[in-house]
């Protein structure tokens, strides 16, 4: 069993209580705009740390993390894009990778909005964290947390920053 912690769209923001919040998590997950390899490597010094790079990253930061990252988490096959769109209105990158191989989790950023939801014609959870830093036009800032359990996706849990 893996508990997750959840971000995306940090912007080289760094709140305290992003270790508070992810103590008891195994690893933590990113999905771009990190905003500096500092702030990933904060992240990383917390926990086992995987991350894309968004749209507003450094060239530094896109060598390190990858616009599409797939991995295996216990029995759940994961896929972690910034720009990806959202189920019925992928970005056309994410929808081609998803008619190679579709996840049973997917997870995107980008938008700064907030959204789960099962994609039925992927048969897969998609994930939006919504946005973690400061910087953008939303309101709340939320981070999630969620536990991966052989291949069950479970106890999933939104974190609001106010």
């Known amino acids: ?10 912007h080289g923001y760094w709140d305290e ?6 103590a008891d998590c195994d690893e933590i997950w990113h999905a771009g705009d990190i905003g500096s390899v500092e702030l990933a490597d904060q992240f ?30 216990e029995d759940v096959e994961v896929m972690i894009t910034h720009i ?3 189920p019925g209105k992928y970005d056309p990158d ?8 579709a996840p049973k989790l997917l997870i995107a950023g980008h938008s700064h909005i907030l959204k789960v939801m099962f994609d039925k014609q992927f048969q897969c ?35 609001e920053l106010t």
């Open 84 to 86: 990806g769109g959202y």
């Open 94 to 101: 994410t929808r081609q990778e998803l008619i190679k191989h």
């Open 125 to 159: 959870l998609y994930i939006n964290p919504g946005a973690a830093g400061k910087s953008g036009f939303h309101q709340v800032r939320t981070l999630i947390r969620f536990t991966i359990d052989q291949d069950q996706i479970k106890d999933l849990e939104v974190i």
């Open 44 to 73: 990383a010094s917390l926990k086992t740390f995987r991350a894309v790079h968004g749209n507003i990253d450094s060239h530094e930061t896109r060598t390190i993390h990858p616009k599409f990252l797939r991995f295996m988490a």
């Open 17 to 22: 209580r992003y270790a508070t919040y992810f």
């Open 1 to 10: 069993m893996k508990k997750i912690g959840l971000l995306s769209d940090t």
